[in-house]
């Protein structure tokens, strides 16, 4: 079974910048597509940005032109930079693999917490 561990969130003030990490156990190249999703509380889970395997990314529209989504085959790692932090990006981050059926993987990783906060 495929496992994710995310890292990188933290504490940050309103502008700031976060540089999430999330590393999988299996291989991203053949797993295809790879998705940063987030979760605040009392919100519903929702994919935030994602990468194809050809490195075409999108974006959740309240994120563009703030969040850059990137990827590391070699590493089985998938990255998410986020600049210009506002207090509603604040959630629980977590990746997993998107696909028109919704999320590829049942099992969830821990995420990694994002506070925007002065």
């Known amino acids: 079974q495929v496992q994710f561990v995310e890292s990188g969130g933290g504490l940050v003030q309103p502008g700031g910048s976060l540089r999430l990490s999330c590393v999988c156990s299996?291989?991203?190249?053949?797993?295809?597509?790879m998705g940063w999703y987030r979760q605040a509380p009392g919100n519903q889970l929702e994919l935030v940005a994602g990468?194809?395997?050809?490195?075409?990314?999108y974006y959740l529209d309240s994120v563009k032109g703030r969040f850059t989504i990137s990827r590391d085959n070699a590493k089985n790692t998938v990255y998410l930079q986020m600049d210009s932090l506002k207090p509603e990006d604040a959630a629980v981050y977590f990746c997993?693999?998107?696909?028109?059926?919704?999320?590829?993987?049942?099992?969830w990783g821990q995420g990694t917490q994002v506070t925007v906060s002065s």
């Open positions: 997993n693999a998107p696909t028109s059926r919704g999320p590829e993987f049942r099992s």
């Open positions: 299996g291989s991203i190249f053949i797993i295809g597509t």
């Open positions: 990468i194809t395997s050809g490195g075409s990314p």
